[in-house]
């Protein structure tokens, strides 16, 4: 791993993350990319705005990042950091970025369901399913530890592709965590025909990484998902957000999503 972007917004949230990505970056050796989309204001006809130039907008959220910068070279050591700030829409601009820099990994923060998520907190979920980099998302005030546990939620109903399982292992083997599969089945589902699929499918896709395999069951996913965190001391989620066309977007609930909002613990979000 060698570039991890974080956008900031300045709020709570976005420092939290701040914070768990200069952890990983300091274990991993990776460069911190501290990154700060701003939007700049358009006069409407017939009202007073006062407007600030571009440049003096960009002096300033430098000011701020720098002064974050610090904070976090103060806690963690020597990281290597860079900063940028720029003007643009957040999801645009952040997929554009990933692209243009070679990002490893995106971490970013948000709060709990009910709560008000923040700027980048409400666009946390769009970024997880429109760029193609592994997001990783922070529960508000989690610290940075190597995670000994993982665990992989996963429906078993396809063939996941081969570059989606090895960004996966990469992560596994980066941390040499123990890995866990489980599907949570619902009350009225056959877990030995899932079994025995499943057993077929990750024997094949996971080949030599070594796993246990696990059926909670349960009407409410994101409740046993978090059951299965506390009973096993998970330390890190992993999922598998699916590619939808636009009418199926529209009517698709998102356990990712939900879950993004939800999970105790850091959530690894790797697009199939």
């Known amino acids: ?16 993350a701040a914070n768990y990505a200069a952890g990983l970056a300091r274990y991993t050796s990776a460069k911190l990319i501290l990154y700060y989309v701003f939007a700049v ?20 959220n430098m000011k701020l990042l720098h002064a974050l910068d610090r904070k976090l070279k103060t806690k963690y050591g020597k990281i290597e950091t860079e900063l940028w700030s720029e ?26 369901a009910g709560k008000n998520p923040g700027l980048l907190g409400s666009n946390t979920t769009s970024i997880m399913h429109r760029i193609a980099n592994p997001v990783l998302v922070i529960p508000k005030g989690y610290e940075f530890k190597k995670p000994s546990t993982i665990a992989l939620a996963c429906d078993y109903k396809s063939i996941l592709p081969e570059e989606t399982i090895n960004t996966f292992k990469t992560f596994v083997r980066l941390f040499d965590s123990e890995v866990l599969v489980f599907n949570v089945l619902k009350k009225d ?60 977007g529209l009517f698709h609930h998102s356990a990712t ?16």
Not at 1 to 16: A, H, Q, T
Not at 41 to 60: H, S
């Open 189 to 248: 589902e056959l877990a030995s025909y899932q079994k025995s699929a499943t057993e077929v499918n990750f024997e094949n896709t996971l080949g030599d990484m070594e796993h246990s395999l696990y059926f909670p069951s349960g009407d409410d996913m994101p409740k046993e998902i978090n059951k299965f965190i506390d009973k096993h001391k998970v330390e890190m989620l992993v999922m598998f957000p699916h590619h939808y066309n636009l009418i199926e």
């Open 1 to 16: 791993m060698k570039n991890i972007l974080v956008p900031i917004d300045f709020s709570e949230v976005s420092k939290s």
């Open 257 to 272: 999503k939900e879950m993004a909002f939800l999970s105790r613990v850091p959530l690894l979000s790797i697009y199939e």
């Open 87 to 112: 003007p643009g829409f957040v999801v645009d601009a952040i997929s554009r970025f990933t692209k243009n820099h070679k990002i490893d990994l995106v971490i970013m923060g948000v709060t709990g």
């Open 41 to 60: 204001p358009i006069p409407m006809a017939d009202t007073p705005l006062i407007l600030i130039e571009p440049e003096e907008f960009e002096r300033q």
